[in-house]
């Protein structure tokens, strides 16, 4: 670990009038150390000010801020900072670093980017310990030259908001305090930014902005980008027949067959959250008739009539393999009043995928030679078709009940 040099500063704490020590940097080095990742595009640097240490990759940069506690972060920077997964593996070893044994720790508090939407070669600013409640503020008066009047994105990590100045030493244009995965840094501080400021800030999750926004606390409004598209959640068996008797037959089949939508918060929001009931859900399938002219469906039911012909001595099945949409995009939360510090916050990236309405998707059927346990359970002393409840399998149960990836992340907006 490095050793540090630090200067106590007194300074206003962010949102109070209260005055709170915070750990400023002196000067930061900008050049990289030497060595063969010299020339990488990823780069991590403490703001007390240590050196700036550069790698090929930005898996390799956050292995060495966190002190090898994430060494499976995304290769590519705009996969890692829409990840939810990522965020908490960061913030988990931001505690594990605070709680461990090495007299200094390794806390990442930020990445910056300078390219806009997360993209382009990054800068990862680490400190000794989250930011806290009760605890000092960090900035860095002068960010490394190569990002000097460069930085066109960032990301906040471990309980920290971020203000952008435009001038060294906190000082000239700033942005608002702001949390989460900016993808520009506003304020008119794009690409102008020369100094840093990291404080406390409590942030709501996703499951928080939806519940205020079914209590009509806030309203929701939501916004699809890009093209729906189009898959099949997996052949599933309906109905099923045992054919005892000693001829072909064929058996009229009625059945009955539900699916159910999933999407990218299911774990998050809970098994009792019924999103297909809740305005959240009503405002996602407004927006997706409103943005492609066809009905979205959280979950259909659907009755059917199939002619099953089953050989002699066989069991034969229905399968329906259902035809299923997907589309994604963004929540706007927007309250009366301030919450969380801010009167608008963003649920990025959600994704949900639901049966296509009126759609019967692909019914077919299929048949086999019965075991000798079968016949014995359902052709004991009879001559005819039997029916039987459909057997359930492991792939239906995944092609209705899964959450998708967890994608969706909480962002903060306007103050």
Same mark, same amino acid.
């Given at each position: 670990?490095?050793?540090?040099?630090?200067?106590?500063?007194?300074?206003?704490?962010?949102?109070?009038?209260?005055?709170?020590?915070?750990?400023?940097?002196?000067?930061?080095?900008?050049?990289?150390?030497?060595?063969?990742?010299?020339?990488?595009?990823?780069?991590?640097?403490?703001?007390?000010?240590?050196? *700036?240490?550069?790698?090929?990759?930005?898996?390799?940069?956050?292995?060495?801020?966190?002190?090898? /506690?994430?060494?499976? #972060?995304?290769?590519?920077?705009?996969?890692?900072? #829409?990840?939810?997964?990522?965020?908490?593996?960061?913030?988990?070893?931001?505690?594990?670093?605070?709680?461990?044994?090495?007299?200094?720790?390794?806390?990442?508090?930020?990445?910056?980017?300078?390219?806009?939407?997360?993209?382009?070669?990054?800068?990862?600013?680490? #400190?000794?310990?989250?930011?806290?409640?009760?605890?000092?503020?960090?900035?860095?008066?002068?960010?490394?030259?190569?990002?000097?009047?460069?930085?066109?994105?960032?990301?906040?990590?471990?309980?920290?908001?971020?203000?952008?100045?435009?001038?060294?030493?906190?000082?000239?244009?700033?942005?608002?305090?702001?949390?989460?995965?900016?993808?520009?840094?506003?304020?008119?501080?794009?690409?102008?930014?020369?100094?840093?400021?990291?404080?406390?800030?409590?942030?709501?999750?996703?499951?928080?902005?939806?519940?205020?926004?079914?209590?009509?606390i806030a309203t929701c409004k939501f916004e699809h980008k890009g093209d729906?598209?189009?898959?099949?959640?997996? #052949?599933?068996?309906?109905?099923?027949?045992?054919?005892?008797?000693?001829?072909?037959?064929?058996?009229?089949?009625?059945?009955?067959?539900?699916?159910?939508?999933?999407?990218?918060?299911?774990?998050?929001?809970?098994?009792?959250?019924?999103?297909?009931?809740?305005?959240?859900?009503?405002?996602?399938?407004?927006?997706?008739?409103?943005?492609?002219?066809?009905?979205?469906?959280?979950?259909?039911?659907?009755?059917?009539?199939?002619?099953?012909?089953?050989?002699?001595?066989?069991?034969?099945?229905?399968? /329906?393999?259902?035809?299923?949409?997907?589309?994604?995009?963004?929540?706007?939360?927007?309250?009366?009043?301030?919450?969380?510090?801010?009167?608008?916050?963003?649920?990025?990236?959600?994704?949900?995928?639901?049966?296509?309405?009126?759609?019967?998707?692909?019914?077919?059927?299929?048949?086999?030679?019965?075991?000798?346990?079968?016949?014995?359970?359902?052709?004991?002393?009879?001559?005819?078709?039997?029916?039987?409840?459909?057997?359930?399998?492991?792939?239906?149960?995944?092609?209705?009940?899964?959450?998708?990836?967890?994608?969706?992340? *909480?962002?903060?907006?306007? /103050?």
């Amino acid at each position: 670990m490095k050793s540090r040099t630090k200067k106590i500063v007194i300074i206003a704490a962010a949102g109070t009038g209260v005055l709170a020590l915070t750990v400023p940097i002196t000067a930061l080095a900008t050049t990289a150390e030497p060595g063969p990742e010299a020339a990488g595009s990823h780069c991590t640097v403490d703001i007390s000010g240590g050196p *700036v240490r550069c790698f090929p990759t930005y898996r390799a940069a956050i292995a060495a801020a966190t002190d090898g /506690r994430v060494k499976d #972060a995304p290769l590519d920077v705009r996969t890692a900072a #829409a990840s939810p997964a990522f965020q908490k593996k960061i913030d988990v070893a931001g505690t594990a670093a605070e709680q461990g044994d090495d007299e200094e720790s390794s806390v990442v508090i930020g990445t910056e980017y300078l390219d806009a939407d997360h993209k382009g070669k990054s800068m990862s600013f680490t #400190a000794d310990s989250k930011c806290t409640p009760d605890g000092p503020g960090f900035q860095v008066d002068q960010v490394p030259a190569e990002f000097n009047d460069a930085i066109s994105s960032y990301q906040t990590f471990n309980d920290c908001q971020a203000r952008h100045f435009a001038d060294p030493g906190l000082k000239g244009d700033s942005t608002s305090w702001q949390i989460g995965g900016q993808l520009a840094v506003g304020d008119g501080v794009d690409n102008r930014t020369s100094s840093i400021q990291w404080n406390y800030a409590e942030a709501p999750t996703a499951a928080q902005l939806f519940e205020d926004c079914d209590k009509k606390i806030a309203t929701c409004k939501f916004e699809h980008k890009g093209d729906v598209t189009y898959s099949y959640g997996g #052949a599933h068996e309906v109905a099923r027949a045992y054919n005892c008797t000693s001829i072909e037959q064929v058996k009229k089949m009625t059945w009955t067959d539900a699916t159910g939508g999933k999407n990218s918060l299911s774990v998050e929001l809970g098994a009792t959250y019924k999103i297909g009931n809740t305005a959240v859900g009503a405002e996602y399938s407004l927006s997706f008739k409103t943005t492609y002219g066809h009905e979205w469906s959280w979950e259909t039911r659907v009755t059917d009539e199939t002619d099953l012909t089953v050989p002699a001595g066989e069991v034969g099945w229905v399968n /329906r393999n259902t035809k299923m949409q997907t589309a994604g995009g963004e929540y706007t939360v927007t309250y009366k009043d301030r919450k969380w510090g801010h009167y608008i916050w963003y649920v990025r990236d959600f994704t949900a995928t639901g049966p296509v309405p009126q759609e019967m998707g692909v019914v077919d059927w299929v048949s086999r030679p019965m075991t000798a346990a079968e016949k014995a359970e359902h052709c004991k002393d009879v001559a005819a078709v039997v029916t039987a409840t459909p057997k359930k399998t492991k792939k239906t149960a995944s092609a209705t009940t899964k959450s998708l990836p967890s994608t969706a992340h *909480v962002l903060s907006g306007p /103050r």
